[in-house]
């Protein structure tokens, strides 16, 4: 960043020639301006109004123009402008509304030349002809544009906006008789100046205030303008038709626009607020700036391009009372900075890429970006590489998921079908694990049937089912000697090496249950080791976890039926009502559940069988089953990591007391908290619920008490019922009654939006697949689907 | 301060079963009753309505509500549930109530950095420093509404720390806004875990200009209680006094200070004549230019001669709104006073609203500016071209001259304004009434009410009140966002 450059540029006759450099003045700048032959610069300020030289090295301060013992405020400058005709003329606005012309030819101290108090208001811009030596414009606070004539004492003639202060006045470059004005309620007119009645065209070009507006030096219909809203807009006036053909967007209010001299499409803005840069902007490319000055601790007020036909010197005021002289090649370009890579998920989980070519490869299906295939540029002299954007071309990928990949079904039928109380533990750990298998999730299965052998009783494990998970083991190979496997698994805990130990004397007590130990030592490999094929999966589950969380309009919503939304608001009050066979009676009380207590009591006894005791009943009491319960918490760590909260908390619960106190409260509150929100989002009510009611957390088994009143509104009167029971307090009416049964509806009303009768949903379901008629016997054909 | 003993009617008669009697009694009428051995009957007050300086049937008078005021109330309804007096008020103005309106629904229910409890709360803070008990039960019960502790109604000392720290701010833009620094926002925005979030201090400052603001509109209007608020309310803002023509202290200010206020037609004339001649005198002779600057200083001096010595002794301060104030002796002070600590004047061209204040309140609160511009706009640009019988009068000096007095009084000076103008056309009265009004509006009487433009019908005095309120939240704000930027840079 710290390089320096050194230019030098010939330009018919004068040679300008300097550095980047700054000089420290005794106030906050308003506004600079150069002197035609680009050797001096004026700055002006409410406290400040000096002439300096710029010299190779530094500025030198030439004069001082405040002088005189009481200063008034029209030494206070908003703006100052010198004549690009005449070296010795300069003009200054000044806050209290007065327009100073200033004379450097004078000889006395004091060089104020003539002074116009016709504006009432603050005075924004002054502005020379660029052609016409005593032609002077300015443009003030309070709507008015005045045109002077430096030899008479007062203005020729006076512009009236008609709209609010003006803020911006400009001379066209090349049309003698135009000027622009720009206004702060978002306008821009063009004048003619023979017509002061009336402006030749007005368009609003900006919401807000238009704070700025500059001729482009070499293009005589363009005009730029920055306003108040951050945009810079380029306008093409040439035709009868404005029209905005480039517009460009800052990070702040555009408080200077300026044309960069010998480029077509370069210009330099800078900011009123909180933004101190100077941006050099190529308009082609109006997301990110071409090149960038930050030198300024506080906001740049004043820019101007050194010589008017130079590029390369850029001179800025600023309120940190700095004068400063950028050359262009120290400025910073923020396209070397810019990441040109971009990533975003689409709304199906398609990911999209786009990044530069060369991290493709040479890829034949790709598309490239090129700015100068639409605009050719045209420089003055021979194009300069440096004065381009550097051309990056990127390629663009889109990935799709594949149809169904991410499909979360087997989470909705798992937790559908998944039993986990009401029998014993044995018999719940082999309905899981079938169901586990029938979705394909063999780990998972083969996990529900380790468990049961660990905790349950050695007499219900059947052969079959032994056989069954073998066969299901993903196609690992038996292994039957016992030292080749603990070979073979490096990371085996001392857990399973004593496991292995015992396992030997189980061989040669009993060899001929050789199926056990191998089916042992598959689960074993599988706990400790996952095969490939299994990480896999369990990867592919943590995609559409997230996929999941971000869509909510997942496919997968599988439900008995679906109620339009209205069924649920404040109809019904649902207490006490067996009947009601939804999922909604399930969600204030779930019914079919018994406790979950009574539950583990009944099957704590079986703890003390162990896995030995399957294949020798000698060594019965010599395992606990305790002594697996770091390995089994492990295991739901392991689940839990991998993004399959479900089988966690489904584990959790079955196993009761045998596991709960070696996971610390906060983690299972964690569990229990992620897998009924997910249950939750799939609409899973009945068994987030029923999860909730088994949890044995106190925070988790809250949940069901929140929230459990449902306030209802009468049908007949549509006043909320305030008091118990059916019968509305004010028009003494049954609410919603069943148009089949005539009885008040307890449950779930569904009604007709035809006809607006209803009734219980299973009498109306009935009626309706003997009958197409109302039931109510209005006459209407309701259709119930 | 309470005295039940003295009052026992209540005109609240809906309510008089369940509650003692309250009435507020403002200082003067303190005084006279002590003088009085207590003994002073005070009658209860008369009007009804939403004011109790304009008597009801004269709004109605004055200014038939018109469809676009209506449609107004009836928006207004239907999101807040009630219409409150101020709103009704202000439907004299319906191109104003529009904006206001939309500006207050933005920051107090739209999305923004700040806890809807949080937003009701400053709101019962700033109103609180003027106390103003109108606004803040109206906020208390929103508060309640919207979920917010209840605890916190007890006082400061009961809301969380982050509430407190800026309590610092909200005095000083209350009361003596150019002394808020830099370093008042460091203080904010660098306090560990309760510290703000520059948009959500940029909320909050709008929020609290804006409450000071109406609290001085609810002052200067004489705006009632709101009937249907419960018990609290039914307490009056104004004193007895201000209905009742009783002598007091004040009758010494105004007798003195507008001599010829038996000839009000006159008065008007005097003033209509005086807007013509500085019209036409522009093209004359200009003042030299220490002139003019002395002239600002002149004002600004001056404005500290307008009146209110007699108030300076006594602290007023109501038991219900007290506990939601620190320190508070903290008053307004005089800006040209302060002799030693000379603070430099604002220039209200170095930092503008339109160019500064907006993109930085945009930029931290979007949208916020939007709205703002469009009502400072709004109230500035109103005008009916009407001067109490007069039509078609240009009274765009007349509001400038406004304007920039309150400006003054905060030490914010345009450079190219003639403050010449603010004497020849704001009479003494009126000055009595502005100041009053935007800096202690606490103390406004209807006498001081009556006593300005005798002539002027009452929704043009609503209008001189909006232009109060609008150019004191301008001031404030811009103080408040100068230190932000300042802080920024």
Known sequence: MEKMARVTTALSGTTITGRTMFYHLDAPANAISVCRDAAQVVVAGRNIFKIYSIEEEQFVEKANLRVGRKLSLNFSCADVVWHQMDDNLLATAATNGAVVTWNLGKQSRNKQDQLFTEHKRTVNKVCFHPNEVHMLLSGSQDGYMKCFDLRKRESVSTFSGQSESVRDVQFSVRDYFTFAASFENGNVQLWDMRRPDRYDRMFTAHNGPVFCCDWHPDDKGWLATGGRDKMVKVWDVSTTKTKEIYCVQTIASVARVKWRPEMKYHLATCSMMVDHNIYVWDIRRPYIPFGMFEEHKDVTTGIVWRHIHDPYYLLSGSKDSTLYQHMFNDASRPVDRANPEGLCYGLFGDLAFAGKDSMFGSDSNRKTYGGERRYPIFFFKKPDLSEQFANVSSALNVFETELGSNSMDWFVNMAQQYILTGRSLADLCDHNAKIAKELYRYQVAQTWTMLRIVYSNPGAISSVNLNQSIGKSGGLPLMNSLKELSVALGNETRLERGKAENRQEINHLDSSNPLITANEENEETEGSDVPADYLFGDVEGDEDDLYMVDHENAPAEEHEYILPQEAFQLRHEIIDNPSAPDHLQDKVESPHVSGNEAETVCLTPIESFSLMSISQPLYDAYLPADYFNSLVKDMLHYYAEQGDVQMAVSVLIVLGDRIRKEIDEQTQEHWYTSYIDLLQRFKLWNVSNEVIKLSTCSSINCFNQASTTLHINCSNCKRPMSSKGWICDRCRQCASMCAVCHQVVKGLFVWCQGCSHGGHLEHIMNWLKTSSHCPAGCGHLCEYT | ?489
Not at chain 2, 143 to 166: A, S, T
Not at chain 2, 281 to 302: G, V
Not at chain 2, 423 to 435: G, H, P, T
Request: charged content about 25%; some cysteine.
């Open chain 2, 1 to 489: 301060m309470f005295i039940s003993t003295t009052c026992k009617e209540n005109r609240h008669t809906k309510n008089s079963e369940k509650l003692p009697t309250d009435y507020m009694i403002c200082t003067n009428c303190q005084k006279v009753l002590r003088k009085q051995d207590k003994d002073a009957r005070v009658p209860p007050p008369t009007t009804t309505g939403p004011t109790a300086f304009i008597p009801e049937k004269e709004i109605a008078q004055d200014n038939p509500v018109d469809g676009h005021a209506n449609l107004l109330f009836l928006e207004e309804y239907s999101t807040t549930g009630h219409l409150d007096n101020v709103t009704r008020i202000m439907g004299l103005h319906p191109q104003y109530l529009e904006s206001f309106l939309r500006t207050q629904y933005y920051i107090l229910r739209m999305d923004g950095p700040l806890p809807f409890e949080y937003r009701h709360y400053l709101a019962i803070m700033a109103a609180a420093r003027h106390q103003c008990s109108h606004l803040v039960n109206t906020h208390v019960n929103e508060l309640l509404q919207v979920g917010g502790d209840g605890e916190w109604l007890n006082g400061l000392e009961y809301v969380p720390q982050k509430l407190k720290n800026i309590n610092e701010v909200n005095k000083i833009l209350a009361h003596r806004p150019w002394l808020i620094t830099k370093e008042h926002i460091k203080k904010l925005l660098k306090t560990g875990e309760n510290s703000w979030s520059l948009a959500e201090l940029v909320h909050a400052v709008v929020l609290l200009a804006h409450y000071h603001a109406l609290a001085s509109f609810v002052f200067g209007s004489g705006i009632n209680p709101e009937m249907d608020q419960d018990r609290t309310a039914a307490i009056s803002n104004f004193c007895l006094c201000d209905a009742s023509n009783e002598s007091n202290v004040e009758d010494v200010i105004f007798m003195c200070s507008s001599p010829g206020t038996s000839d009000s037609v006159s008065e008007l004339e005097a003033l209509m004549e005086r807007m013509k001649r500085l019209q036409e005198e522009n093209e004359e002779a200009e003042a030299s230019q220490e002139e003019m600057a002395t002239r600002f200083e002149k004002e600004k001096k001056e404005s500290l001669l307008v009146a209110t010595g007699a108030y300076e002794d006594e602290l007023i301060s109501t038991s219900y709104t007290s506990r939601y104030v620190d320190d508070p002796s903290f008053g307004y002070k005089d800006f040209a006073r302060r002799g030693d600590d000379h603070l430099p004047t604002f220039r209200a061209q170095d930092y503008s609203w339109e160019d500064h204040g907006f993109s930085l309140v945009n930029r931290l609160y979007s949208d916020i500016g939007q709205l703002l511009d469009e009502k400072f706009r709004m109230v500035r640009n109103l005008t009916y071209n009407t001067m109490a019988i007069h039509e078609d009068v240009d009274t765009t000096m007349l509001r400038r001259a406004i304007w920039n007095y309150v400006h003054c009084m905060f030490g914010i000076r345009y450079d190219d304004y003639d403050y010449g103008e603010v004497n020849q056309l704001l009479e003494r009265s009126l000055k009595v009434y502005i100041k009053t009004v935007t800096c202690y509006p606490e103390r406004t009487t209807k006498r001081m009410y009556d006593s300005y433009w005798r002539q002027f019908k009452h929704s043009e005095k609503i209008h001189v009140n909006l232009l109060l309120m609008e150019a004191r939240m301008q001031a404030e704000l811009l103080y408040a966002l100068r230190a932000i930027t300042q802080y920024m840079t």
